[in-house]
């Protein structure tokens, strides 16, 4: 039994209903790497003089798991299709409207503050001893799962049992490294990129672990033309030229599309 389904056993899901969609009635539930870029993003897709969508910001499991229990959120952009897939299987999301949205790359930072980048083995090498490196719970947050995936292909995962300090999300990684409470942190790209307080040590090969692809889809019982209207926007070229600026990866059929 994998990690989805085990989680899943633990969740009464609650009755859902139908409510009246108003902007004020739902909010988009987005992965915490998305915490800076999302609301210029949204900004973009707003009317002038209108009020641009409120989101939410947290691990994707512990978003999904929100929605599951009935939390109002129109939109859902994880940072991995597993926790999508995980909602799709219960019915909870517009089918028809999920779509890849952006994509990142994985890397290993470390604090400006700290001066000299810290040496780093190669691949297959043991890691050092007394080295504190910030990842993502790796059971259960997407930047956790990828990086476990990264660790074990260079062989530095044995051996990492008292230098992983696990977090719930990756906005608490990038915390502790501003801190200088951890050596190193496994983060995504964008991160590092649009902080100024940590620099990137090494950049994990794509081959190394899965395909980071930020899905989006509407929550079927907020489903309205508003919401899709919203969804579309954030696929088309406003938003795009955020996201790209922020260094996301876009498909081209976004780059391309109103």
């Given at each position: 039994?994998?990690?989805?389904?085990?989680?899943?056993?633990?969740?009464?899901?609650?009755?859902?209903?139908?409510?009246?969609?108003?902007?004020?009635?739902?909010?988009?539930f987005a992965a915490?790497?998305?915490?800076?870029?999302?609301?210029?993003?949204?900004?973009?897709?707003?009317?002038?003089?209108?009020?641009?969508?409120?989101?939410?910001?947290?691990?994707?499991?512990?978003?999904?798991?929100?929605?599951?229990?009935?939390?109002?959120?129109?939109?859902?952009?994880?940072?991995?299709?597993?926790?999508?897939?995980?909602?799709?299987?219960?019915?909870?999301?517009?089918?028809?409207?999920?779509?890849?949205?952006?994509?990142?790359?994985?890397?290993?930072?470390?604090?400006?503050?700290?001066?000299?980048?810290?040496?780093?083995?190669?691949?297959?090498?043991?890691?050092?001893?007394?080295?504190?490196i910030g990842i993502?719970?790796?059971?259960?947050?997407?930047?956790?799962?990828?990086?476990?995936?990264?660790?074990?292909?260079?062989?530095?995962?044995?051996?990492?049992?008292?230098?992983?300090?696990?977090?719930?999300?990756?906005?608490?990684?990038?915390?502790?490294?501003?801190?200088?409470?951890?050596?190193?942190?496994?983060?995504?790209?964008?991160?590092?990129?649009?902080?100024?307080?940590?620099?990137?040590?090494?950049?994990?090969?794509?081959?190394?672990?899965?395909?980071?692809?930020?899905?989006?889809?509407?929550?079927?019982?907020?489903?309205?033309?508003?919401?899709?209207?919203?969804?579309?926007?954030?696929?088309?070229?406003?938003?795009?030229?955020?996201?790209?600026?922020?260094?996301?990866?876009?498909?081209?059929?976004?780059?391309?599309?109103?």
């Amino acid at each position: 039994m994998n990690v989805f389904a085990k989680l899943s056993a633990g969740i009464a899901l609650t009755a859902l209903t139908s409510f009246p969609v108003n902007a004020s009635d739902f909010k988009v539930f987005a992965a915490a790497s998305l915490t800076d870029v999302m609301q210029e993003a949204l900004k973009a897709c707003t009317p002038e003089g209108g009020m641009p969508a409120q989101a939410v910001y947290a691990g994707s499991g512990t978003l999904a798991r929100q929605i599951a229990q009935g939390a109002a959120a129109g939109l859902f952009i994880p940072a991995n299709p597993q926790w999508m897939d995980w909602l799709g299987h219960r019915g909870l999301i517009a089918a028809d409207t999920r779509s890849d949205l952006l994509g990142n790359r994985l890397v290993l930072a470390y604090p400006k503050d700290a001066g000299q980048k810290p040496d780093l083995p190669r691949a297959g090498s043991p890691l050092p001893e007394g080295l504190r490196i910030g990842i993502g719970e790796v059971n259960s947050v997407p930047a956790g799962i990828y990086g476990k995936q990264a660790l074990q292909a260079l062989n530095w995962w044995n051996g990492t049992k008292d230098t992983l300090v696990q977090a719930s999300n990756v906005r608490e990684i990038l915390t502790w490294l501003i801190r200088n409470e951890t050596d190193f942190g496994i983060l995504y790209r964008t991160d590092a990129l649009n902080h100024r307080a940590v620099e990137i040590a090494y950049e994990f090969p794509q081959d190394t672990h899965n395909p980071i692809r930020y899905p989006i889809a509407v929550i079927a019982d907020f489903d309205s033309p508003e919401i899709r209207r919203l969804a579309a926007c954030l696929q088309g070229r406003k938003a795009t030229a955020v996201f790209t600026r922020y260094g996301f990866w876009v498909p081209v059929k976004n780059k391309n599309s109103d």
